[in-house]
């Protein structure tokens, strides 16, 4: 194989591995961001929502519960989740992409019931207790979200409403009915508070400015092999080839007369003057021995 086309396919090779290693390496560094950027963004709307419903239960639902009948049970007005879920459902009028769910097994309301993403979610912090959040990527339907999660204990207190259906207030039993949210068991997680951010948007970008980067890389690389390809043949194939012609013509004692010159000032001038030598070394002990 020549020279050239060696040299060619060794600088094709490495070109085209620096290219891709470098179109990774900034997916890589955009995936990281849309990441970390996604992160600060459920974390601040977790934060919104667990302010919202804090306010509820220390500011507002006290003085409800003072106006209220006993016996009366009003969600909208006393439960927390409630609050949280409408709170949300204004939210998301806005922010469609996002998703919060307080994603339970058995939900007394059908809104809140966990898909078979939550259940992953629902399932680990179940297993492992001591385990106080998670997050992390997740892809949900073919799209790619990050998300954010704490869990919800059940304790005994909660066992009033969500215990036996035979025992629960008639107020929640009217309102939700006696077949779901109940007969739940204490010192379980039965739930957990989840939120999606969408990273689809964001990954599909940085791989289509990968892709962009290694296309352009790749044109580069060929107008740099053009330009390697032409360098060559000009300045090393062709004055080797004249000086191949050459040497092979002394050897045979052929046009001895005519100088051996390149226009370079590099090695192969050097090589063109050894061979000029020769031509007048041979030339000479021809004569001597012609005569
Ligand atoms: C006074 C009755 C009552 C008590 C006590 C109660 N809940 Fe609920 N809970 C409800 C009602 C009513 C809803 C439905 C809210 C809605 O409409 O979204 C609900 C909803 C929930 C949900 C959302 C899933 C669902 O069932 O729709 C979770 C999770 C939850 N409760 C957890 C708890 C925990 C944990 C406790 C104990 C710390 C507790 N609840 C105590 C009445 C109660």
């Known amino acids: 194989m020549s020279i050239r086309i060696r040299f060619m396919i060794l600088i094709g090779i490495l070109s085209l591995l620096a290219i891709v290693g470098i179109a990774a390496g900034s997916y890589k560094l955009s995936a990281d961001n849309a990441i970390t950027e996604a992160k600060a963004k459920g974390q601040l709307v977790f934060d919104f929502l667990h302010s919202s419903r804090l306010y509820f239960k220390t500011s507002q639902r006290p003085q409800i519960m003072g106006l209220i009948d006993e ?30 769910k307080q994603a339970t097994i058995d939900p007394l309301h059908p809104d809140n019931k966990a898909d078979k993403y939550d259940m992953i979610i629902i399932d680990k912090f179940d297993q492992n207790q001591d385990l106080e959040e998670d997050e992390g990527t997740i892809d949900k339907n073919g799209l790619e979200y990050y998300y954010y999660a704490e869990p919800i204990f059940i304790g005994e207190s909660c066992l009033r409403c969500h215990g036996d259906p035979a ?37 599909a970008k940085a791989r289509k400015a990968s892709i962009n980067l290694i296309v352009i890389g790749a044109a580069g690389i060929l107008v740099l092999m053009l330009a390697i390809w ?62």
């Open 230 to 291: 032409i360098f060559f043949s000009q300045y090393v194939i062709k004055p080797i080839s004249m000086l191949e012609k050459r040497a092979t013509e002394i050897s045979l004692g052929k046009n001895l007369r005519e100088p051996v010159t390149t226009s370079s000032k590099d090695e192969i001038s050097s090589l063109a003057r050894a061979v000029d030598r020769l031509r007048i070394s041979v030339e000479k002990m021809l004569q001597r021995f012609n005569k």
């Open 167 to 203: 025992k629960a207030p008639e107020e929640i039993t009217d309102l939700y009915g006696t077949e779901n949210g109940y007969n739940w068991q204490a010192g379980t997680v039965a739930a957990a508070y989840v939120v999606y951010v969408p990273l689809h948007e964001a990954l």
């Open 71 to 100: 016996g009366e049970f009003i969600p909208e007005l006393m439960s927390g989740f409630t609050l949280t879920r409408g709170v949300w459902g204004e939210f998301q009028k806005e922010n469609s992409e996002y998703l919060f």
